[in-house]
């Protein structure tokens, strides 16, 4: 993980300093904004060597969901939300702007660091392969996902849910076990941040995404 160039964008300071101080230690290097207008444009100055996005929600001039969603029009870079706001319905609309991930005030910083960590392992992981079906590919290697030989964008999570349903198929899978899989830390939202992605998920892959079945009471599953 050495020298992987993380972006912290938080109007407050001395959070900032905080997770610069914890992710600097574990190697990582930072790059900070104190509001989310200076994030989007220090990421998109930066978008080759930024590898993870720690973005505040509640920021002036420009809030955190709303960076979230212009940096997912141009990346699937990895984004984890950090805020002060717990509620289901904040998490909920956080996950449905694109981030990968909810963190909320206070936190522990070395679960933090540890969650960034197992972020970045599954954003870079090698599979070596690709899966096919239909006109739907996934290149694990490059972590790309292509429907009839045209590549769409999706975040981490919609990629890892979508894999996992994949490399199942014709199983039915229950929400338990898809969170336990997909969102496999200390992750205790309710289970409709699922449904949420499966709707996202259909509707980027287009065509392919009647392979993504409802199965009523019970959870999905990919069926050919």
């Known amino acids: 993980m050495n020298g992987i160039k993380i972006l912290v964008a938080d109007d407050e300071a001395r959070m900032r300093r905080l997770i610069r101080d914890f992710l600097e230690a574990a190697g990582y290097s930072v790059v900070e904004a104190e509001n989310g207008k200076k994030a989007f444009e220090l990421f998109c100055a930066n978008a080759a ?17 709303d960076v979230c969603r212009e940096v997912r029009r141009l990346s699937d870079v990895p984004i984890i939300m950090l805020t002060a706001l717990s509620s289901e319905s904040d998490q909920i609309e956080g996950f449905e702007t694109g981030a990968d991930d909810y963190v909320t005030k206070p936190f522990s910083p070395k679960v933090f660091v540890a969650r960034v960590e197992a972020m970045l392992r599954r954003s870079t992981a090698d599979g070596g392969s690709e ?11 490059a972590h790309a996902v292509y429907v009839d030989g045209e590549e769409i964008y999706l975040s981490l999570k919609e990629y890892d849910l979508l894999l ?3 490399e199942n198929r014709g199983i039915t899978l229950n929400r338990e076990k898809i969170l336990d899989h997909v969102w496999n830390y200390d992750y205790f939202g309710d289970a409709r941040t699922i449904d949420t992605h499966i709707t ?25």
């Open 131 to 141: 899966v096919s079906v239909g006109g739907l590919r996934i290149d694990k290697r």
């Open 49 to 65: 060597e930024i590898r993870l996005l720690v973005l505040d929600v509640m920021m002036p001039e420009m809030n955190g969901w």
């Open 200 to 224: 996202k998920l259909r509707k980027k892959l287009g065509p392919c995404g009647e392979m993504l079945q409802t199965v009523r009471g019970v959870g999905y599953k990919f069926e050919k």
């Open 164 to 166: 996992y349903l994949l």
